[in-house]
Nanobody, 120 residues
Framework: QVQLVESGGGLVQPGGSLRLSCAAS????????MGWHRQAPGKQRELVAT???????NYPDSVKGRFTISRDNAKNTVYLQMNSLKPEDTAVYYC??????????????WGQGTQVTVSS
């Protein structure tokens, strides 16, 4: 009964910007952390950004200074603002949430992914 719905992907030119959104819904008791991973063709899935329930963030060097993760706790929504996009950012971006359900079970949940393509 937990869903993560992503939006905001698309085609953008190098140097452009996109803003991804991910809304968690369902029988959620609490969310410990949310974030984003990405997977490019032929590559392993990699961390893009995370944010904890207290607002602590983490980024790899590849996106630091260009990407910003934020959250709206009232909406159970996490955002990823991506600026100065490069062709190597092209990937499917997956939202995840580390959460506890109303029944008390804790686990990781994933969205279906949204395609980001950076190309001229």
């Amino acid at each position: 009964q937990v869903q993560l719905v992503e939006s905001g992907g698309g085609l953008v030119q190098p140097g452009g910007s996109l803003r991804l959104s991910c809304a968690a819904s369902g029988s959620i008791f609490s969310i410990n952390a949310m974030g984003w991973h990405r997977q490019a063709p032929g590559k392993q899935r990699e961390l893009v950004a995370t944010i904890t329930s207290i607002g602590r963030t983490n980024y790899p060097d590849s996106v630091k200074g260009r990407f910003t993760i934020s959250r709206d706790n009232a909406k159970n929504t996490v955002y990823l603002q991506m600026n100065s996009l490069k062709p190597e950012d092209t990937a499917v971006y997956y939202c995840y949430a580390d959460l506890r359900r109303l029944g008390g079970s804790r686990g990781d949940y994933w969205g279906q992914g949204t395609q980001v393509t950076v190309s001229s």
